[in-house]
């Protein structure tokens, strides 16, 4: 619950909006810049969506993309190679220089993904 309270804080603070809709990944949805995105490979999708963290070489592979540089602990959406919408959602663990040049571990906590359970939880209006 501690990430997706963060994940929500960074929201309202980067855009200036209230979360009043079912789900936080749908938001990206109508609004694809929202969020920083970094790209994995194809590979990777089935274990993030799974509920798996993002390992370095996934961005770092043919078919992956990091484009911008970020610090730690940066709110991130996660693209993959040849889809349109975001399949998470997650807080970087190094800088994307340092993803680059370490190229093991984990880059990326994935803290909300396609059909998890705050995908399928619906929020209570006030």
């Not at 309202?12 to 609004?31: C, F, G, R």
């Not at 994995?40 to 993309?65: E, H, Q, R, W, Y």
Request: charged share 15%; glycine share 8%; proline share 4%.
């Amino acid at each position: 619950m501690y990430h997706v309270e963060i994940f929500l804080s960074a929201l309202m603070l980067a855009s200036s909006i209230s979360v009043n809709t079912e789900n936080v990944l749908y938001m990206l949805t109508t609004d694809p810049n929202l969020l920083p995105k970094l790209q994995v490979d194809k590979g990777a999708i089935k274990f993030i969506l799974s509920g798996a963290n993002i390992m370095a070489p996934g961005l770092t592979s043919p078919g992956a993309c990091m484009d911008v540089d970020l610090p730690a602990d940066t709110v991130v959406a996660i693209m993959a190679e040849g889809k349109q919408h975001a399949l998470c959602i997650g807080i970087t663990k190094l800088s994307t220089g340092d993803i680059r040049s370490i190229n093991k571990g984990i880059a990326v906590d994935n803290i909300h993904y396609l059909c998890d359970g705050l995908w399928a939880m619906k929020l209570q209006r006030r």
